[in-house]
């Protein structure tokens, strides 16, 4: 009943850009939280970048000062811009969304964490 798709994702060499988008549909009441997490090869799974419906924002120290989240509240649509790309950042990226849905009239579970299937990011050196 809820999909997240995620696009942007690629190839780019060391200090290079790219940009995520992530669109949640489907039968969705609100988002609360949204953000990107990331699972690099041999490696567990960690937050990225979060951001509320207000637009209060957070980040990941090895991310900060290259990497901007933000969202389209009217459109559900989360972004992140990536600069200053460097090897270490290579990973498949997630969005996630802590949503709730109404569905023929029922509400959801409150703020239920909702995935995407991912986007793999490579950054070459």
């Known amino acids: 009943q809820v999909q997240l798709v995620e696009s942007g994702g690629g190839l780019v060499q060391a200090g290079g850009s790219l940009r995520l988008s992530c669109v949640a549909s489907g039968s969705i009441f609100s988002i609360s939280v949204m953000g990107w997490y990331r699972r690099a090869p041999g490696k567990q799974r960690e937050l990225v970048a979060g951001?509320?419906?207000?637009?209060?924002?957070n980040y990941t120290d090895s991310v900060k000062g290259r990497f901007t989240i933000s969202r389209d509240n009217a459109k559900n649509t989360v972004y992140l811009q990536m600069n200053s790309l460097k090897p270490e950042d290579t990973a498949v990226y997630y969005c996630?969304?802590?949503?709730?849905?109404?569905?023929?009239?029922?509400?959801?579970?409150?703020?239920?964490?909702?995935w995407g299937q991912g986007t793999q990011v490579t950054v070459s050196s």
């Open positions: 951001i509320t419906s207000g637009g209060s924002t």
């Open positions: 996630n969304a802590d949503l709730t849905t109404l569905i023929s009239g029922s509400y959801g579970p409150n703020k239920y964490a909702y």
